[in-house]
T-cell receptor, first 115, second 115 residues
Framework: EPEVTQTPSHQVTQMGQEVILRCVPI?????FYWYRQILGQKVEFLVS????????KSEIFDDQFSVERPDGSNFTLKIRSTKLEDSAMYFC?????????????FGPGTRLLVL | AQSVAQPEDQVNVAEGNPLTVKCTYS??????LFWYVQYPNRGLQFLLK??????LVKGSYGFEAEFNKSQTSFHLKKPSALVSDSALYFC?????????????FGRGTSLIVHP
């Protein structure tokens, strides 16, 4: 069964450093998402992406964040200058469609720790 | 606005007993409702969804959920729990009458099935 994959599984970084989280969505999916989950809290939506542009973003997704699909398979989330409060589990997801009833398929997550 | 609540942080049940994981929601229209499961070190996996039609929805691994509009609930159930069902369960809701295609997730409920 096709899966969404994410690398790295864990990342430790110093405050102020840039990090890039990588995802490979399911190959025939057209819509991509990033979510995050701070320990013990809700899964929070960050951004959705379709046709090489952002479709929706939440208030969390400020100028420090950016997303990119640099080639035909990868989907990346960049945090330009990490803050302590960016420490969380980051999940990538993809879906065939985006009408809201299509199933989103999630990757295993990247645990980011900002020191 | 759409919101979802999972009132229990943890549910404990003995193997072989029925289990229920609770979810309540708030939307202005008719909801789309989802359940996901997260096993350790894995991404969220889709279990089942309610879009329209029969209020009882059957999903993967023997799970089912009942949409109750009057109680605004979508509780996840299984007649006989297995130790392997121990995981983190997330409920999610989307209001199709809203402007967003993105579901809102609950905080998750940890299900522990004791042998």
């Amino acid at each position: 069964e096709p899966e969404v994959t994410q690398t790295p599984s864990h990342q430790v970084t110093q405050m102020g450093q840039e990090v890039i989280l990588r995802c490979v969505p399911i190959s025939n999916h057209l819509y991509f998402y990033w979510y995050r989950q701070i320990l013990g809290q809700k899964v929070e939506f960050l951004v959705s992406f379709y046709n090489n542009e952002i479709s929706e973003k939440s208030e969390i997704f400020d100028d420090q964040f950016s997303v990119e699909r640099p080639d035909g398979s990868n989907f990346t989330l960049k945090i330009r200058s990490t803050k302590l409060e960016d420490s969380a589990m980051y999940f990538c997801a993809s879906s065939e469609g985006v009408r809201g009833l299509e199933t989103q398929y999630f990757g295993p997550g990247t645990r980011l720790l900002v020191l | 606005a759409q919101s979802v609540a999972q009132p229990e942080d943890q549910v404990n049940v003995a193997e072989g007993n029925p289990l229920t994981v609770k979810c309540t929601y708030s939307v202005s229209g008719n909801p789309y409702l989802f359940w996901y499961v997260q096993y350790p070190n894995r991404g969220l996996q889709f279990l089942l969804k309610y879009i329209t039609g029969d209020n009882l929805v059957k999903g993967s691994y023997g799970f089912e959920a009942e949409f109750n509009k009057s109680q605004t609930s979508f509780h996840l159930k299984k007649p006989s729990a297995l130790v392997s069902d121990s995981a983190l369960y997330f409920c999610a809701v989307r209001d199709p009458s809203g402007g967003s295609y993105i579901p809102t997730f609950g905080r998750g409920t940890s299900l522990i099935v004791h042998p």
